[in-house]
């Protein structure tokens, strides 16, 4: 839980620096912030899910992908810097792709050695359902970011903003249901 934690504080910190920033002072920052957020959303989900999963064989595949996909978005980023976007919609929508992949290993592992009978009383069930709903929500988002005027970015990243809430709800769910659980572990 410690990694969703940090997870929610630098989601904090990128959009408070993205809501405060003058784009003409600073025109590669949205697009540095952005990438680099995109960095870390990947590196915290992929290892929050890599520490619950316990098929070995899995654990692997994840760790496999997650540096082959950093390499990519660090290339990329590196490459685009002179060319200043607001959004890295290849490595957004990438991550999006291998998280959704990712959730539905998890699912898939816990059919096969299932650590309760009803999965919704897991705190990481909540997780993984925001993860997904996340990801599957943005995916579409992320895929023409770059292609939207600023009018669509504004109509469209509405949806980002719902599907974001909802996802901090259900990861607010999980703590209160890890936090209730440790409570009766010690009364």
């Known amino acids: 839980m ?46 929050f899910l890599f520490l ?3 098929n ?11 540096i082959l996909f950093l390499a990519f978005s660090l290339v990329y980023y590196f490459l685009n810097i002179g060319n200043p976007k607001k959004f890295d919609s290849p490595s957004a929508s990438i991550e999006s792709i291998l998280i959704i992949g990712f959730c539905i290993l998890f699912l898939f592992d816990q059919l096969n050695t299932p650590e309760i009978v009803i999965i919704y009383e897991s705190h990481r069930f909540w997780v993984i359902t925001g993860f ?24 469209y990243w509405t949806i980002n903003s ?8 259900f990861i607010g769910v999980a703590i209160i249901m890890k936090k209730n659980n440790i409570n009766q572990i010690n009364m």
Do not use: W
Not at 6 to 30: R, W
Not at 162 to 169: C, E, S
């Open 132 to 155: 997904l709903i996340y990801m599957a929500g943005g995916l579409f988002l992320f895929i023409y970011a770059d292609d939207f005027t600023k009018e669509q970015k504004n109509y």
């Open 162 to 169: 719902f599907i974001n809430l909802v996802k901090d709800i």
């Open 2 to 47: 410690q990694v969703l934690f940090i997870y929610v504080l630098v989601s904090l910190s990128c959009d408070i620096i993205l809501k405060t920033h003058k784009s003409k002072e600073f025109p590669n920052l949205t697009y540095t912030v952005l990438s680099f957020f995109t960095i870390l959303e990947y590196t915290f989900f992929s290892l």
């Open 56 to 66: 070995k064989y899995l654990k692997r595949i994840i760790a496999f992908i997650s």
């Open 52 to 54: 619950i999963i316990r």
